[in-house]
């Protein structure tokens, strides 16, 4: 299934590594909030030092718009290293330029040095050639192990495979092989939950479910267009008004496969205390807004989750932010995490959904990268994934 070559595929020995991780972590105050993306590179990581290699690393944190912001500092992330791993974890105020290659040189076998973070340079996102070949010359071997940026074709993403040895690292496969399999050769019924507050970011996903999918069960703020679509009026609710056609378009085209919500939760305001009331889906009244899938909802959508064999899940089912509107996220967790299915979920919103129901144990997979999983639904290729050599 994954055709690319990997670190296991390389003589690893004793080389200088660049490793392009995903250390894209929430900070606060200098500390590391959510380690998720940490931990999931790890084993590469290890892996590497094991093979006595020289571990150099290099990731982007926020958008720091190609200037240094010292807020988005990966030293932060540098220093919670060092608790995870045994080995000397060093850091560099830059990821190219001489103090970068200083810091290079002086990396004995064994160690780890992070770079600073690839985008307080505007090239980063150019995929600048000049950018990429500065990366390269730092090390013998590129690992990429970055799933959640392989939807982009930056300089430290993709740029830099042009000019070393690139493979993928642990993460990167294992990525790819769930979300690959799922849409290929998944275990049926195979459904799909799509949520999240705007469809147009999901339409090419649904086209490309559409003839692969057995359902595909939509929540969130995606409901509400394909709702205004059909003709019902949604009172203040968000909806992406340039995508309508399009939309009613995919609900003719998708007849019995697309379920949408039976009843809903409606607010008169958009904030946690609102004032909610469930309804059967239908016209919402003036000034009030959808904000949530209701009760018969979760049930209807749960029938179909508990006889799935796969089922993949991207987006919340409302304004799960707000504890009064999570009701319907969280029910729908539930029910995808004691199902017997092969559960992927998605990245983003969801992967904190799960892990807020402390049922994360029980998904077959959650995905470090919400953007690179969707389009991966959708059918696109990675430039990230493309550009390492095929096995």
Known sequence: MFNKKTIEDMDIKNKRVLVRVDFNVPIKD???GDDTRIQAALPTIKFLLNQNAAVILCSHLGRPKGVADSSLSLKPVAEYLKRLIPNPVYF???CIGTAAEKATRELKKGEVLVL???RFHTEEKNNDPEMAKQLADLADIYVNDAFGSAHRAHASTEGVAHFLPAVAGFLMEKEIQFLGQAITEPKRPFIAILGG????????VIRNLLDKTDFILIGGGM???????MGYPVGDSLVDDDVLDIARGLVKQAGQKLRLPIDIVIANKFANDAE???MATGPIPENWRILDIGPDTVTAYGKIIKGAGTVVWNGPMGVFEF???AEGTFAIAKVVAESNAVSIIGGGDSAAAIKQTGLAKKITHISTGGGASLEMLEGKELPGLVALMDK
């Open 197 to 204: 507050a705007k469809i147009s970011d999901k339409i090419g």
């Open 116 to 118: 600073e973070n690839t």
């Open 323 to 325: 504890s009064n509107f």
């Open 223 to 229: 409901a509400n267009t394909l709702f205004k679509a």
């Open 30 to 32: 200098g500390k590391v």
């Open 276 to 278: 909610k009331k469930v």
């Open 92 to 94: 560099v105020e830059d």
